[in-house]
């Protein structure tokens, strides 16, 4: 019988999976499970926060890359350049997930052509996680939408300065005496 989905929740059921299966991986597949879940997520969420007039993570992250950019050159970058590496850095940050989802690319390149991956999967699962964190964290819902549907576990564990678990702890070197 069909039923009536929320796909806010769907994406926080995949994030909260994929952060699970990154958290307590074992093996490059659930690596690579977590980069397909955490980009579905973004694929509900960023929509979403377009609607609202906030940037996702990754167009920060592109206009980072801009800003770099223009800095190191010493000039303001053109429309065009801008555009340029605006869609560049765009496909960079989503490039595993991509790559993962599909095989070819329509008529430019045979799916035959497009069957190797090189990557470092745990650090494509850890930089997309995040995105897909913050992105879920700037959408327009209520924490007691979160809580009435079951997922305050998820709106604790994202609310957290480490939800990964990846941030190295950090430590002074002890002082010594002697002057």
Same mark, same amino acid.
């Given at each position: 019988?069909?039923? @009536? *989905? &929320? @796909?806010?929740?769907?994406?926080? &059921?995949?994030?909260?999976? =994929? !952060?699970?299966? #990154? @958290? $307590?991986? $074992?093996?490059?597949?659930? *690596?690579?499970?977590? !980069?397909?879940?955490? /980009? =579905? %997520?973004? /694929?509900?969420? +960023?929509?979403?926060? %377009?609607? +609202?007039?906030?940037?996702?993570?990754?167009?920060?992250? =592109?206009? +980072?890359?801009i800003r770099i950019r223009e800095y190191g050159l010493g000039r303001q970058l053109s429309p065009q350049e801008r555009k340029d590496v605006f869609s560049g850095a765009m496909r960079f940050n989503k490039q595993a997930y991509n790559s993962l989802k599909h095989a070819g690319k329509g008529k430019q390149l045979a799916a035959s052509d497009d069957l190797e991956i090189e990557t470092d999967f745990a650090v494509e699962a850890e930089e997309l996680l995040w995105a897909?964190?913050?992105? #879920? @964290?700037?959408?327009?819902? %209520?924490?007691e939408f979160l809580i009435d549907n079951g997922k305050n576990d998820l709106r604790l564990l994202i609310g957290r300065s480490d939800p990964l678990g990846t941030i190295p702890e950090m430590y002074s070197k002890p002082r010594s005496n002697t002057q």
């Open positions: 019988m069909q039923q @009536k *989905y &929320d @796909k806010r929740l769907i994406a926080a &059921d995949m994030l909260e999976e =994929a !952060i699970s299966k #990154f @958290k $307590t991986a $074992t093996s490059d597949l659930d *690596y690579i499970q977590s !980069i397909l879940l955490a /980009g =579905a %997520s973004i /694929g509900i969420t +960023n929509p979403l926060l %377009s609607e +609202n007039q906030k940037q996702t993570a990754h167009e920060k992250s =592109a206009e +980072n890359v897909a964190i913050e992105d #879920f @964290k700037g959408l327009p819902i %209520s924490p």
